[in-house]
């Protein structure tokens, strides 16, 4: 039986995620096949709560690429699907 989580775009991400840069492209989907191994059970460095989030159950994923250090917020859906939502790189 596989116990692999499924990860999916939120369909207004998909643009998003053609514009970022190749690298950042493969760090983010890199990070995702860690979320779909280990679902809600993948921790830091890789993964943490978004604690000041106006909704409930947000997380994030934590990669570094291209130069910048990237989050991408995520929530699991009823379906117990990761669903990415967001992607920005933050300033050091």
Known sequence: MDKRWKVAFVD???PEFEALPEAVQDELL???KL???FGP???RPHADTLDDSVFANMK???FDA???VWR???AFDPERQGVLLVA???PR
């Open 60 to 62: 994030e994923l934590r």
């Open 88 to 90: 920005g790189d933050k």
């Open 12 to 14: 207004a991400f998909e």
């Open 66 to 68: 291209d130069g910048g």
């Open 72 to 74: 991408v917020a995520f």
């Open 35 to 37: 979320l779909a191994a």
């Open 30 to 32: 890199a990070s995702a």
């Open 41 to 43: 059970q993948l921790g």
